[in-house]
């Protein structure tokens, strides 16, 4: 296991955050360039994205955090500065969706989802450093979504708003979801910051917060017949039930063992541990034999999205891992280690930094999607790296 995490270390530190700050640093518009296309293009000036940034933010808080070198710490200062100067609303609170190169507002709907990122990586920053500052700024934010994104009469949250926090028409993150207004995804990552602000805040409300968000899972999220979580709905929980997301479902089996882990409730766990282990096992519908785990299946004509995201891998991995430190599950560590197989052939650029996309079924690679970009941040696959760093197995 030791040479496992040396190899996560080395490709770390060597082919992902080497990238990042080679690549992507924005030295003349200050942060982060907002992309660098698939043939390793910079486009500086690209639309500056809040997600990207906060994932920037974290992943070299973490990096910092665990590894202790000075140059993460400039990285992640960096994303920190540029967050708090621009992404904040200084008027309405929360943060803006996007800006242009220049740091300028570009559109300013309050997206809960990247609100939620946003306190992810301040909140990683305050563990790195503990900034005073940035755990003030957290704190206002987890405040801003419980008063303006928590609908308490049918407890659950409001995927977005307008700038002054109005209703909002086109809720969606991307054109590629369904215009709910409830959605696993974001619930997902509204659970997974506050539970990194819990490390660095133990409020008591926050904690009621997050109990009542593995509620929401286990009580709404869940299908109980299949174990997968469902991803859209309306305000009243309704919805279509028609996808199932292998990688949010794996995602999910370890972030919400996660946030039961970190509240150190017994009797709790008691509860979770058994639902998260359901949802692993829902999840490997999607893995294939070459160690890989497709994307997503809809239901309602029982067809496959095939291809190989390099986030969906990465998620298999540490879903796997947990399964296998926790409950030593043999077939889940080997499980993970085919996998990462598959990714070092497949995912990895080794000559010029990062890694791709996804694998398409037909064998080619997507280049055609970002290096950097909008949706493709050093998060997930820096996040697998350091999970296997730090954990006991």
């Known amino acids: 296991m030791d040479s496992f995490k040396q190899t996560m270390q080395d490709v770390l530190e060597n082919n992902i955050l080497r990238y990042w700050i080679d690549n992507v640093t924005d030295n003349v518009n200050g942060g982060y ?7 390793d293009i910079v486009h500086a000036d690209a639309e500056k994205g809040a997600i990207m940034n906060a994932r920037i933010l974290w992943s070299f808080s973490a990096a910092y955090r665990v590894l202790g070198k000075k140059e993460y ?4 200062t960096r994303a920190r500065n540029y967050i708090l100067d621009y992404f904040i609303d200084k008027e309405f609170g929360g943060v803006f969706w996007s800006l242009d190169y220049k740091g300028n507002p570009l559109d300013c709907k309050k997206q809960t989802y990247a609100i939620g990122f946003t306190i992810y990586g301040l909140s990683e920053y305050v563990r790195a450093t503990g900034d005073k500052r940035s755990l003030e700024v957290a704190i206002s934010l987890y405040n801003d979504i419980e008063k303006y994104a928590f609908d308490a009469d049918n407890n659950g949250y409001i995927e977005a708003l307008t700038r002054d ?4 028409e086109d809720m969606r993150l991307s054109d590629k979801d369904e215009n709910g207004s409830r959605t696993m995804n974001t619930h997902l990552h509204i ?3 506050y539970t990194n602000l819990y490390r660095v805040w133990k409020d008591k409300k926050l904690e009621q917060s997050m109990r009542n968000l593995l509620d929401i899972f286990t009580d709404k999220l869940l299908n ?11 305000d009243k929980w309704d919805g279509n039930r028609n996808i199932e997301s292998y990688g949010h479902d794996i995602e999910a089996s370890w972030l919400l063992h996660e946030s039961a882990l970190v509240l150190d409730d017994k009797k709790l766990l008691r509860k979770i541990e058994p639902i998260i282990r359901k949802i692993a096992v829902a ?3 999607g893995l294939r034999s070459d160690g890989s785990m497709i994307y997503e299946h809809w239901k309602d004509n029982d067809s496959y999205d095939m291809q190989r995201q390099w986030w969906v891998q990465c998620e298999n991995i540490i879903g796997h891992m947990n399964i296998y430190q926790y409950f030593r599950e043999e077939t889940s560590l080997g499980i993970a280690v085919r996998c990462w197989s598959f990714i070092q052939k497949n ?3 080794w000559d010029k930094g990062e890694w791709h996309w996804a694998k398409l079924d037909d064998g080619t690679l997507n280049i055609v999607d970002d290096k950097a970009g909008f949706w493709k941040c050093p998060y997930h696959n820096s996040r697998m790296c350091l999970e296997l760093i730090e954990r006991r197995f």
Not at 33 to 38: A, I, P
Not at 165 to 168: E, G, N, Q, R, S
Not at 224 to 234: G, N, R, Y
């Open 33 to 39: 360039y907002g992309r660098v296309d698939g043939h």
């Open 73 to 76: 710490l400039v990285a992640a």
């Open 165 to 168: 926090w109005k209703p909002i």
């Open 191 to 193: 659970i997974e910051p």
């Open 224 to 234: 109980t017949e299949t174990h997968h979580l469902d991803l859209f709905f309306d």
């Open 283 to 285: 999840a490997d519908e």
């Open 347 to 349: 995912l990895v650029d």
